[in-house]
């Protein structure tokens, strides 16, 4: 998803700020988010520690993604289909009740779609408040905070909804990835061939975890809220350092993407690249 967001020096500020905080709070047992003062944004525990696990789900589900791709490839998408077509027959009969028509082409079934990751949007659910009531320290701050994230929110809005990825979590991890990998690498947004990949891959696996079927529609929305924030944040300090071609910049935007990274996906920033016109996760 490429988002313009306003560019200015005052982010900076923030990000320090963020940076100082969230070094501190790392040292907290349960520095994932819902200890710290990030908690309130984060939304309930239960839904913190959940997403403790959602990497390695969609870490196995792109790589099944890399096996499709490569048969697609070899064989062709319709033979792949059908092949999974059968799969899936013959997986909820129970039964092999005929022959794979090309038993050279081993799919899985396909999967089941549960949409855990959708939710129902709440009005009283006021991220942008949250996050400048705990992440900044002075009314400018603040008012600062609100802004980027009402304009990142806005334009977030308006893309989802092109793509058809409105109200999901999988849209806001792969929009808050995006421009993570982006931050952290100082390189260009990868094709949208490859973010609607990673954005499927995100879908199938927050299916994959069945305790995101219990969480509160609240606390989804707020969870995806966030990582709009954050997004927001990466894109206004990024975007300040590439425009003035200022290293020390450039250097806090990859220093705070690695942070939220690892906070959010709970994996090393070097574990996301580009490889082959693909994001991989490592």
Known sequence: MKIRNHKTRAALTFALAFLSVGITNAQTPNAYGYSTGYGTVYGSFGLASTMQSMYNVAQAQMQRTTARNAMIKKWGLAAVEKAEREAGSRSSTGTKTSAPSNPQIVVPPPSVVRNHGVYRPDPSVDTGKALADNLGDTPEERAL???????????????AALRGWKNNIAAGLTFFTVTAMTAYHNAEAPSDEAVNTYYKVMNVALDEIPEFATVANKDKQAFNNMLIGFSGMLLAVHSEGKQNNDADTLATSKKLAGMLTEMVLKTDPDNLRIENGQIVMK
């Open 145 to 159: 905070i609100k802004r980027i994230y009402a304009a990142t929110k806005a334009a977030y809005e308006k893309e």
